[in-house]
Every structure is written in C-alpha cells, then in structure tokens.
C-alpha cells in the first residue's frame, strides 16, 4: 500500500522558515517522481514544485529562490524547504507522488497517482 503522510507545517512569522517532510512508504522517490501541491481556502490546489527520480526540478515562478525540493538519500522522504515565507504563502500544502511530467506539464493535479492528507502553513504579517 502506498501512503503519503506529510510532517512540518505551522504558524510562522513572515520571514520566517519551515521545513515540510513527506514519508512515503510502499515505495520510493527513487522510483517515482514527487512534489508538493497547496491550496488556500477559496482557490484552487496549485503546483509548488517537484522533483523527478532523476533530479530534475520544476518550481512555480512564486516560489523559485525561497523554496526548495529536496529527498533523503534513501528517497524515503521528500521535503519541501520555504524560507522568506510571506502570508500569501499559507495553505494546505499536500505532497505528491508521480507526476512532474516536464516543463509544461509538471503541475497537472490528474498527473500524480498518490497524494498525502495535507499540512498546514500559515504564515502571518
């Protein structure tokens, strides 16, 4: 059985830093591709980035320079770092599995096989 079980969101200052953490097990990220998703109350779940097995990255234009994707070395885990967080940042932030099929096409929700149940950001000015 594959799950997905995300780990590290919070209430922080605007600024401010968290690190997300998403265990996955019945597989690895080795294997597959992963990333991460939000969605603020009222909106639609947007891509925030995702990495494929092989490495290659992909971040939305309102992330690139403060978060970064990154895995463990055994591709267990996939984290999701957000530094100068700004309150536009806060949502639920789910992590995926599969997906990130290229530069075009990395954000398609139906794209991803696996989600998790979602982390909380809120981000406050």
């Known amino acids: 059985e594959v799950l997905l079980v995300e780990s590290g969101g919070g209430l922080v200052q605007s600024g401010g830093s968290l690190r997300l953490s998403c265990a996955a097990s019945g597989f690895t990220f080795g294997d597959h591709a992963g990333g991460w998703f939000r969605q603020a109350p009222g909106k639609e779940r947007e891509g925030v980035s995702c990495?494929?097995?092989?490495?290659?990255?992909h971040y939305a234009d309102s992330v690139k320079g403060r978060f970064t994707i990154s895995s463990d070395d055994a591709k267990t885990t996939l984290y999701l770092d957000l530094n100068k967080l700004k309150p536009e940042d806060t949502a639920v932030y789910y992590c995926a599995a599969g997906g990130c099929s290229g530069e075009y096409f990395w954000s398609v929700t139906w794209t991803y096989d696996y989600w998790g149940q979602g982390t909380q950001v809120n981000v406050s000015s």
């Open positions: 990495v494929t097995s092989e490495g290659i990255t």
